[in-house]
């Protein structure tokens, strides 16, 4: 969770509003992952790097 709140730049509120469904594509994490932001209402894509889907397999 640490690395994708890095990944992403969400705010707290946010990430803790992310669902399983947003961040993967049936069990493999996507590469790239878009939400809706609560405080502004716009869209945010961001990039999943490397590291974040490897930290939550170990």
């Known amino acids: 969770m640490f ?3 890095i990944d ?3 705010r ?6 992310l669902r ?3 961040v ?3 069990s ?3 590469n790239r992952a878009t939400v ?3 405080k502004t209402q716009r869209p945010v894509q961001f ?3 490397d590291q974040t889907p490897a930290s939550s397999e170990a």
């Open 3 to 5: 690395n994708l709140a």
């Open 24 to 26: 993967c594509l049936g």
């Open 28 to 30: 493999r994490v996507t």
């Open 12 to 17: 707290a509120c946010d990430l803790t509003k």
């Open 36 to 38: 809706m932001q609560q």
């Open 47 to 49: 990039e999943i790097t």
């Open 20 to 22: 399983v469904s947003d």
């Open 8 to 10: 992403s730049k969400l």
